[in-house]
């Protein structure tokens, strides 16, 4: 019989080792979703950071905490302790391009999640108050943010993008001998059956982000507030996790149809099940977002920014609405849809027909093994 080859996915944290359970994000997600595809072909190594060693063993696969000194390299130091094991047949997936480091091992592929240097996030950068005040400090500090990005994507024989909005930028950057490493695989979601009778009598919104400033949080509190106070049948439906949590509780929490939550990573088409509307209201950093494709799969209309690669998901007023991300924005299309229940409807068809036929799990597979093959 021959010998499984491993497959190595190497991540900052997929487990938290004190809490006994798998941490909540797009990333992990994805992970889970590549352990479904090779878990018959490959032995699968999840490789992470942690206070101390532990090794957990899972059906499909394992994971395997390293304590690391400091944060500088962490790819490096994580690789430093698997790659004396290292077969030729083996594969390295680096689950973030961000993570990754020069190595002499032929079979290594990156995961670029989408550009997240379109936005500068003064209040957490050190020097961030000089640059709100320099248009030529901000300049060049995204000039190294470039240098940065580019730095990482050639560190990989393979590099596989959510979307084709960083693969169109790094053509705009480097000769083609060098983006021809580049893979575009849009993220995925699975298809459920639409079997759940929903509330005709109300029109359901939903938000499924993490709780963090980029992610749009006060747009959606704003927008919250705008279309409720015009509106008694309408619910929203809040979940994620995040810094902003009680910000969220605190400019929400007194409304009756709003709902704040939280739920699993397997739990999410479930919920989404339940709601006509989703909105995406991010700011900046996004790719071929998960919580986007998830909700169109159970047949919502999404209302998203037209940053990242959400703009190669949906087609204005075809499968749904591309905004600025400002409230405004958001309320007059939210408004919209529910002034016209036919289109709506008509929306709701063409978001589910999408993801189907272009963002299923079983295309997102195939495509994946013939990164590997």
Same mark, same amino acid.
């Given at each position: 019989m021959t010998k499984k080859k491993t497959l190595y996915i190497i991540y900052s944290e997929f487990f938290i080792y004190e809490q006994n359970k798998i941490s909540i994000g797009g990333i992990q997600n994805y992970i889970l979703g590549l352990i479904e595809v090779f878990h018959i072909k490959y032995n699968i190594k999840i490789i992470q950071k942690s206070n101390?060693?532990?090794?957990?063993?899972?059906?499909?696969?394992?994971?395997?905490g390293f304590k690391i000194k400091k944060n500088h390299n962490l790819g490096k130091q994580l690789y430093n302790n698997i790659k004396s094991n290292l077969n030729d047949e083996d594969y390295i997936i680096w689950a973030s391009d961000r993570i990754a480091c020069k190595t002499n091992h032929n079979k290594t592929v990156s995961i670029q999640h989408g550009i997240t240097f379109d936005f500068l996030d003064y209040e957490n950068i050190k020097i961030g108050n000089i640059?709100?005040?320099?248009?030529?400090?901000?300049?060049?500090?995204?000039? /190294?943010?470039?240098?940065?990005a580019i730095k990482f994507f050639l560190r990989s024989k393979t590099v596989v993008c959510v979307d084709y909005n960083f693969?169109?930028?790094?053509?705009?950057?480097?000769?083609?001998?060098?983006?021809?490493?580049?893979?575009?695989?849009?993220?995925?979601?699975?298809?459920?059956?639409?079997?759940?009778?929903?509330?005709?009598?109300?029109?359901?919104?939903? /938000?499924?982000?993490?709780?963090?400033?980029?992610?749009?949080? /006060?747009?959606?509190?704003?927008?919250?507030?705008?279309?409720?106070?015009?509106?008694?049948?309408?619910?929203?439906?809040?979940y994620g996790e995040g810094i902003l949590n009680d910000y969220i509780k605190k400019e929400l929490g007194d409304f009756n149809n709003v709902t704040i939550s939280s739920f699993n990573f397997d739990e999410a088409i479930d919920v989404s099940l339940n709601y006509d509307i989703s909105i995406v209201p991010s700011l900046a950093s996004e790719g071929t977002s998960l919580s986007l494709l998830e909700s169109m799969a159970c047949g919502c209309v999404p209302i998203a920014s037209n940053i990242g690669g959400m703009t190669n998901i949906l087609i204005d007023g075809f499968n749904g609405f591309l905004v600025n991300p400002t409230a405004t924005d958001f309320v007059k299309k939210i408004e919209y849809l529910i002034n016209n229940p036919d289109e709506l409807l008509s929306l709701s068809k063409n978001a589910r027909e999408t993801s189907v036929k272009s963002f299923s799990f079983r295309k997102?597979?195939?495509e994946w093994e013939q990164v590997l093959k």
């Open positions: 101390q060693y532990f090794k957990k063993e899972f059906k499909d696969y394992t994971v395997q640059l709100k005040k320099s248009l030529l400090l901000s300049v060049t500090y995204r000039f /190294f943010q470039y240098l940065s693969l169109n930028w790094i053509r705009t950057i480097l000769p083609r001998s060098y983006t021809n490493r580049a893979v575009v695989i849009p993220n995925f979601t699975k298809i459920p059956n639409l079997n759940v009778q929903k509330d005709t009598t109300a029109i359901n919104i939903l /938000f499924a982000r993490r709780f963090v400033a980029y992610r749009g949080v /006060f747009v959606l509190c704003e927008v919250v507030k705008a279309i409720l106070s015009k509106y008694d049948n309408v619910n929203f439906g809040i997102w597979k195939m």
